[in-house]
Nanobody, 112 residues
Framework: QVQLVELGGGQAQPGGSLRLSCAASGSIFGINAMGWYRQVPGNQRELVAIITSGGSTNYVESVKGRFTISRDIAENTVYLQMNSLKPEDTAVYYC??????WGQGTQVTVSS
């Protein structure tokens, strides 16, 4: 059974930074894509960033230039470095592993 453990999140001021991490453990064989989604109450979950096993990345337009996704393949861990945070980044962030494995979610709140 594969488990995803998310760390990081919390509260930051506008313009600040936070770093999320997500480690996959258990019976893992050749993880493909990993990524991060976020969800605001009342809205659908949206893709924030994704990274493939080959290192290709893709971001939602609203975070380009501010967020960076990376991964440690040996450790089955994916990271999301979030800089220049804005209040609209406030959401619950979920780690995702292809095809359909989800973390428990971690709250990110950006406010002054």
């Amino acid at each position: 059974q594969v488990q995803l453990v998310e760390l990081g999140g919390g509260q930051a001021q506008p313009g600040g930074s936070l770093r999320l991490s997500c480690a996959a453990s258990g019976s893992i064989f050749g993880i493909n894509a990993m990524g991060w989604y976020r969800q605001v109450p009342g809205n659908q979950r949206e893709l924030v960033a994704i990274i493939t096993s080959g290192g290709s990345t893709n971001y939602v337009e609203s975070v380009k230039g501010r967020f960076t996704i990376s991964r440690d393949i040996a450790e089955n861990t994916v990271y999301l470095q979030m800089n220049s945070l804005k209040p609209e980044d406030t959401a619950v962030y979920y780690c995702w592993v292809y095809p359909d494995l989800w973390g428990q979610g971690t709250q990110v709140t950006v406010s002054s």
